[in-house]
């Protein structure tokens, strides 16, 4: 398609619980990011991936959130024994360059809304 | 501490009033600028950009916005807003040295009719 795409839309997901957040860049998009955005609050970095490569992880709030781009297309964003305070939208964006110079925006994907209760 | 800072957390509007969204930012050192809107159940798009050269940069729908360097400033401004100009407006700075941006917690921007 032409956008970035996401799924689930929506989950609900019980506190313990392991989930997997899915993200479809832009064909031959570089590079593809994730990012968290709490209620009220603007988008925060999780992760950074140049093709399959992760280039930056540092945003990945605890050793339970894992994301990987196996193929450097699709990535994953999985969160292990998730807790209440990863209730959040996830954010995907991708982006043609890899190139920080020419960094001219990404494209974001619509999120995906997690609950966890 | 590192940061992007928008003050003004909601704006209500009448139609044909003027905007102005602030936004500061506390990094040094080059960095590029960003606006990005969200309508009501909709992604993220991106506004307006600036990277270098005239200050005063001209985005989307009417939206302009001017980088102020000595003042770390990128404020977003619109002369005459429309109904459906309600969203929600965050301003984002990219460090050219990384790739990741930092985002404002947003602006809520109602425009009643």
């Known amino acids: 398609g032409a956008g970035v795409s996401q799924s689930p839309r929506y989950k609900v997901a019980k506190r313990g619980q392991d989930v997997a957040l899915r993200c479809d860049p832009i064909?031959?998009?570089?590079?593809l990011f994730w990012y968290q955005q709490a209620l009220g609050q603007g988008p925060e970095f999780l992760t950074y991936f140049q093709n399959e490569a992760q280039l930056d992880k540092s945003g990945l709030p605890s050793d339970r959130f894992f994301a990987e781009r196996p193929e450097g297309s699709v990535s994953t964003l999985k969160i292990q024994r998730t807790q209440q305070e990863d209730s959040a939208v996830y954010l995907c964006a991708s982006s043609s360059t890899g190139n920080p110079s020419l960094n001219y925006g990404y494209t974001f994907g619509s999120g995906t809304r997690l609950t966890v209760v | 501490a590192q940061s992007v800072s928008q003050h003004n957390h909601h704006v209500i509007l009448s139609e044909a009033a003027s905007l102005e969204l602030g936004c500061n930012y506390s990094?040094?050192?080059?960095?590029?600028l960003f606006w990005y809107v969200q309508y009501p159940g909709q992604h993220l798009q991106l506004l307006l950009k600036?990277?270098?050269?005239?200050?005063l940069v001209k985005g989307i729908k009417g939206f302009e916005a001017e980088f102020i360097k000595s003042k770390f400033s990128f404020n977003l401004r619109k002369p005459s807003v429309q109904w459906s100009d309600t969203a929600e407006y965050f301003c984002?700075?990219?460090?050219?040295?990384?790739?990741?941006?930092?985002f404002g917690t947003g602006t809520s921007l109602t425009v009643i009719p």
């Open positions: 984002a700075v990219n460090v050219i040295t990384g790739n990741q941006f930092y």
């Open positions: 990094y040094g050192g080059t960095v590029n």
């Open positions: 064909s031959g998009h570089v590079s």
């Open positions: 600036y990277f270098s050269g005239d200050p």
